[in-house]
């Protein structure tokens, strides 16, 4: 049973700095492409960024290119997202997802084992 954790959420004001993590269970991280996406309440779950299995290629949503980098330690079976310069619109729920199949998706219907989410609050 594949089990994903995040972590790193808070409170931070605008403009400022948080990292999260994506901590997962299982043998076959490695082999995994990951994706960050967001929620707020009554909204879809967005598309904010997703790495290959090998950390080479990634992908990001328009709204958070050079702001994030997501990023990826095979060995320690985690990823991570660096949020830098951050904006009250950035509050959300923040989840990890995990995708086997080819391709970076940005449909979060392509990824599942969900880990629980860690909320990021952005005040102005």
């Known amino acids: 049973q594949v089990q994903m954790v995040e972590s790193g959420g808070g409170l931070v004001q605008a403009g400022g700095s948080l990292t999260l993590s994506c901590s997962a269970s299982g043998d076959n991280f490695s082999k995994w492409r990951i994706g960050w996406f967001r929620q707020v309440p009554g909204k879809e779950r967005e598309f904010v960024a997703a790495?290959?299995?090998?950390?080479?290629?990634?992908n990001y949503a328009d709204s958070v290119k050079g702001r994030f980098a997501v990023s990826r330690d095979n060995a320690k079976r985690t990823a991570f997202l660096q949020m830098n310069d951050l904006k009250p619109e950035d509050t959300a729920v923040y989840y990890c997802g995990t995708r086997l199949s080819t391709g970076l998706s940005a449909s979060a219907l392509d990824y599942g084992f969900w880990g629980q989410g860690t909320q990021v609050t952005v005040s102005s």
């Open positions: 790495i290959s299995w090998s950390g080479g290629t990634t």
